[in-house]
């Protein structure tokens, strides 16, 4: 049997597919950037005193000169109507985990009725997109519609290309008329701005005179899941809510690890090459593809960028999978967990600081034990998750994610470091007071002549830890894959700019004590360990021991859920975190509160009430036809003389008698309302409504695995994930 008739056609259309044309892709060097308005296009079309003021804004934070922006934008148009563009939009990332672009025509009605392309520095530095329609958490009434958009010379404007045409995107910030940030950009602006201020003052008191702005950069590694659109368009779940609520688990899964850097299937390669060339032509430097360990999954990769950039790229990159799958006949799924029983989907965010002059900060060299300079660096990261461990849980809380923390592809949501056998060891010899060197890396010798000998990394990795050190960055692993990755680097460069800053304060105390730097260096840093290395974990991470050491032992947060997590951000703590260091005021991070946790609220309600639907209006008639016909059949049966039993006609009878009460108390707690305050709403979803969908879903699930395949109403496990 291959389902009902919906999923019948769906199989065959599949099936009988004939796959999209692939083409040879043109020269790297002529796609790369080819839709970008990079400083090379720049300095051909722009006079030599514009672009220099404008290079450097960009590449030494100098402020922004408004006065060539009509020159600039001069440029800027003609080069986009060279490449078809008749449209510009100031694209800006609202608080939706989205991207927002509103899109305004070059053309300018002339008064004999004539028409010319127009675009002045006027439009190109600020725009005004309504509002008052966008998450704000309380910062504008609804009838308060003014919102302003402000040109972010740093990310580069580049050209969507669509079948039906072209558009010059340019990159904004998005601000209320009152001047709070309504975005997710200006924080991270800000949270960049901060981090490197500090980090000049260590480096200052390092001796270094000439130092480069110190910028944060990041590499995100995007998983995903594919699945053919005929599938999805027979799934109200996937539809509407981006995950299964309903699905027995197939036959095989990801037991046999053989997908995992598998061959990649045919139809997904194609798919992967169109992605790429359209990423190169943006200027986004995808580097990796893969598939991943669970059926039907994949991943993306990138090369390092600064944040910012690397954050307008992330978003992009979404939107490119998305769309893209479309044309292929596939729906690309980032939802955290969109099958049941395996792997989910994360947003590995690596985050590393450097600069032009001293490099990656995080770097340790051959011999970390003598780095003070990196030893540092990578403390004021350490203290920095300690102290604000529950801040980077909430940084990633969403309904999504709550369904893979903690499980076997993602990491717990108790918030520890790891940092490799040599790492720990230096930091040991800190706390005892002296260092004396650096553990040997080693190397590898197979024996076997035809392999090479090569040097072995100084520790192996810990994939069960949320925040790891792997080599010259951190990995922060705990991130949800269909998250903006500017929440989390928002709150790590806040949290190293708190770090420095009390790295930076105690050093100037030791040396106006009379010490020399190299014992500043050292007296700063065993302070530093003694108070905060109990956040320093190498073990197994899922380990009950761990989950129970880490809370009643050093004092760590186990915020579970995104109910528990979502409320850090209203402790004093982290509004004078924020506010000292000015990322977000008191007013715009309450404003963060209230929009996430309503997020949160909205999400599982939005799937309790297709959970309801698709229960009553699918498999509840299902069953009760395979009974009907089950109960035919056996009597059938018995009038002429044989005789079954009538067991499998009990089991499904209970089966769909418990689901059906089970929906009606989800309905009925869907219906409460009379909620003090959202923190009670947010429980009241995660410890009552959530339950009440796993149960339903629990008797569903059994009833898939006993109701005739025919009548089965929805797309399966095994088509969703095998076929394609």
């Known amino acids: 049997m291959t389902g009902n008739s919906a999923r019948a056609q769906a199989v065959q259309t599949i099936t009988n597919r004939q796959p999209i044309a692939t083409k040879m892709p043109g020269s790297l060097a002529g796609l790369w950037a080819s839709d970008v308005f990079t400083l090379t296009k720049m300095k051909e079309c722009l006079p030599k005193d514009v672009f220099k003021s404008l290079k450097k804004t960009i590449e030494a934070s100098a402020e922004l000169d408004v006065s060539i922006a009509d020159v600039v934008a001069l440029a800027m148009k003609d080069w986009a109507l060279s490449k078809g563009a008749l449209y510009y939009a100031h694209v800006f990332y609202p608080l939706t985990n989205a991207t927002a672009e509103k899109h305004d025509g070059f053309i300018s009605v002339q008064s004999d009725g004539s028409v010319i392309s127009e675009f002045s520095g006027k439009v190109l530095v600020q725009g005004e997109p309504d509002g008052s329609s966008f998450p704000n958490g309380g910062i504008r009434s609804t009838f308060e519609a003014r919102g302003y958009t402000a040109w972010d010379v740093t990310s580069p404007a580049y050209i969507m290309t669509t079948d039906n045409g072209a558009t010059l995107c340019i990159p904004t910030v998005f601000i209320s008329w009152t001047g709070e940030a309504l975005d997710k950009k200006t924080p991270l602006l800000r949270a960049n701005a901060a981090m490197n201020k500090a980090a000049?003052?260590?480096?200052?008191?390092?001796?270094?005179?000439?130092?480069?702005?110190?910028?944060?950069?990041?590499?995100?590694?995007?998983?995903?899941?594919?699945?053919?659109?005929?599938?999805?368009?027979?799934?109200?779940?996937?539809?509407?809510?981006?995950?299964?609520?309903?699905?027995?688990?197939?036959?095989?899964?990801?037991?046999?690890?053989?997908?995992y850097f598998g061959a990649i299937p045919e139809r997904v390669q194609v798919y992967m090459q169109d992605v790429e060339e359209q990423l190169y032509r943006l200027g986004i430097p995808a580097k990796t593809r893969h598939n991943e360990v669970a059926p039907g999954q994949f991943e993306i990769a990138p090369f390092f960028e600064s944040a910012?950039?690397?954050?307008?790229?992330?978003?992009?990159?979404?939107?490119?999978?998305?769309?893209?799958?479309?044309?292929?006949?596939?729906?690309?799924?980032?939802?955290?967990?969109?099958?049941?029983?395996?792997?989910?989907?994360?947003?590995?965010?690596?985050?590393?600081?450097?600069?032009?002059?001293?490099?990656?900060?995080?770097?340790?060299?051959?011999?970390?034990?003598?780095?003070?300079?990196?030893?540092?660096?990578?403390?004021?990261?350490?203290?920095?998750?300690?102290?604000?461990?529950?801040?980077?849980?909430?940084?990633?809380?969403?309904?999504?994610?709550?369904?893979r923390l903690g499980a076997n592809e993602a990491p717990p949501a108790i918030m520890s470091v790891y940092l490799g056998t040599q790492l720990d060891n230096v930091f040991e010899q800190i706390s005892n007071g002296e260092i004396t060197g650096s553990l040997n890396a080693g190397v590898m010798d197979l024996g076997i002549n035809t392999l090479p000998v090569f040097n072995k990394d100084a520790g192996d990795r810990n994939r069960t830890s949320p925040f790891a050190f792997t080599g010259n960055r951190f990995e922060f692993r705990a991130v949800g894959s269909g998250q903006s990755v500017a929440g989390p680097l928002v709150t790590m460069n806040t949290m190293l700019a708190e770090s420095l800053t009390w790295v930076a304060d105690n050093l100037e105390s030791q040396l106006a004590k009379g010490l020399d730097l190299d014992a500043a260096i050292l007296k700063t840093l065993k302070e530093l360990i003694d108070a905060h290395g109990a956040v320093v974990f190498g073990g197994n991470g899922y380990s009950a021991e761990w989950h129970k050491m880490a809370v009643e032992e050093r004092g760590l947060r186990n915020l579970k859920t995104a109910a528990d997590a979502l409320p850090v951000l209203k402790e004093p703590e982290v509004?004078?975190?924020?506010?000292?260091?000015?990322?977000?005021?008191?007013?715009?991070?309450?404003?963060?509160?209230?929009?996430?946790?309503?997020?949160?609220?909205?999400?599982?309600?939005?799937?309790?009430?297709?959970?309801?639907?698709?229960?009553?209006?699918?498999?509840?008639?299902?069953?009760?036809?395979?009974?009907?016909?089950?109960?035919?059949?056996?009597?059938?049966?018995?009038?002429?003389?044989?005789?079954?039993?009538?067991?499998?006609?009990?089991?499904?009878?209970?089966?769909l008698s418990s689901m059906a009460t089970t929906t009606d108390k989800l309905s009925a707690a869907l219906a409460k309302h009379d909620f003090a305050t959202i923190e009670e709403h947010m429980q009241f979803c995660a410890q009552s409504i959530r339950p009440l969908m796993d149960e339903v879903r629990q008797y569903a699930d059994a009833l898939e695995g006993e109701i005739a395949d025919e009548l089965w109403p929805y797309p399966t496990y095994q088509e969703m994930l095998f076929i394609k």
């Open 308 to 403: 910012n950039v690397a954050t307008d790229h992330q978003q992009l990159l979404m939107t490119v999978l998305k769309n893209t799958a479309k044309k292929h006949g596939l729906v690309c799924l980032l939802h955290e967990k969109p099958f049941k029983g395996i792997n989910g989907s994360g947003k590995h965010v690596n985050w590393s600081v450097g600069n032009a002059t001293q490099g990656n900060l995080l770097d340790p060299g051959h011999t970390p034990h003598s780095n003070t300079q990196f030893l540092l660096f990578c403390g004021a990261v350490i203290r920095g998750v300690h102290k604000y461990g529950p801040l980077l849980r909430a940084a990633i809380a969403t309904a999504s994610n709550d369904h």
């Open 200 to 259: 000049q003052r260590v480096l200052s008191l390092l001796g270094h005179t000439d130092i480069a702005p110190v910028n944060s950069s990041c590499g995100a590694e995007q998983e995903y899941f594919l699945v053919d659109a005929n599938f999805v368009s027979n799934r109200p779940d996937l539809l509407l809510a981006g995950r299964t609520l309903f699905g027995a688990s197939a036959a095989k899964g990801q037991q046999f690890d053989d997908h």
């Open 575 to 655: 509004q004078a975190l924020f506010e000292k260091h000015g990322v977000l005021s008191p007013v715009e991070l309450a404003s963060r509160f209230e929009i996430y946790s309503e997020q949160y609220v909205l999400a599982i309600e939005v799937e309790a009430k297709l959970v309801i639907s698709m229960a009553k209006t699918g498999i509840y008639p299902a069953a009760v036809k395979y009974l009907a016909n089950l109960a035919d059949t056996l009597s059938s049966l018995k009038s002429h003389g044989v005789e079954l039993g009538n067991e499998r006609l009990v089991l499904i009878a209970g089966l």
